[in-house]
T-cell receptor, first 113, second 113 residues
Framework: AQSVTQLDSQVPVFEEAPVELRCNYS??????LFWYVQYPNQGLQLLLK??????LVKGINGFEAEFNKSQTSFHLRKPSVHISDTAEYFC???????????FGKGTKLTVNP | DAGVIQSPRHEVTEMGQEVTLRCKPI?????LFWYRQTMMRGLELLIY????????DSGMPEDRFSAKMPNASFSTLKIQPSEPRDSAVYFC???????????FGAGSRLTVL
């Protein structure tokens, strides 16, 4: 079965610092990869997705992620974070052709002034 | 587009009571998913429907949980009888089966005393 590992449950950073949120997945076959963001008391919103093509994917709010097939990783990065980026971030994977989306346990990003 | 609409947003009930959570997917989306979010287990897929038909309910924790989708614009998740360990945020999400991105509702926060 598919699994997703988010290595850090909490990441505190200072405003304007760079950040990387790590994600590894289990499957070695064709996969679709996603990052979602959840602000307090809200549902999940799509940040970015990888379906095929270029391994560097750009999303909303200045975030990007790189698909690394050999390391089965899909880490999320932002070169300079803002206070408003404080939220929980979820990595998710679906096996190509499957309708089921499996989520990691999330990483809480806290941006401090 | 009003997005995925869930009700109620918050429910507090006593152990043993019946709970019904409701979801209206985005018009034109023909796949609907129910997820449960807890601190301990993260986001778990409970059940999903394609064209109003339940496809995979393997995530439904036990017989106390049931879900229906009587038409393309409405789904319910019912817990009878409820227990304190059912306390969680329940999310509904929908998508067009030709797309790969889920759109989530704001969630229903359930507290069972």
């Amino acid at each position: 079965a598919q699994s997703v590992t988010q290595l850090d449950s909490q990441v505190p950073v200072f405003e304007e610092a760079p950040v990387e949120l790590r994600c590894n997945y289990s499957s070695s076959v064709s996969v679709y990869l996603f990052w979602y963001v959840q602000y307090p008391n809200q549902g999940l919103q799509l940040l970015l997705k990888y379906l095929s093509g270029s391994t560097l994917v750009k999303g909303i709010n200045g975030f990007e992620a790189e698909f690394n097939k050999s390391q089965t990783s899909f880490h999320l990065r932002k070169p300079s974070v803002h206070i408003s980026d404080t939220a929980e971030y979820f990595c998710a994977v679906s096996q190509g052709g499957s309708e089921k989306l499996v989520f990691g346990k999330g990483t809480k990003l806290t941006v401090n002034p | 587009d009003a997005g995925v609409i869930q009700s109620p947003r918050h429910e507090v009930t006593e152990m043993g009571q019946e709970v019904t959570l409701r979801c209206k997917p985005i018009s034109g989306h023909n796949s609907l998913f129910w997820y449960r979010q807890t601190m301990m287990r993260g986001l778990e897929l409970l059940i999903y429907f394609n064209n109003n038909v339940p496809i995979d309910d393997s995530g439904m924790p036990e017989d106390r949980f049931s879900a229906k989708m009587p038409n393309a614009s409405f789904s319910t998740l019912k817990i009878q009888p409820s227990e304190p360990r059912d306390s969680a945020v329940y999310f509904c999400a929908s998508r067009n089966s030709g797309a790969n991105v889920l759109t989530f509702g704001a969630g229903s926060r359930l507290t069972v005393l």
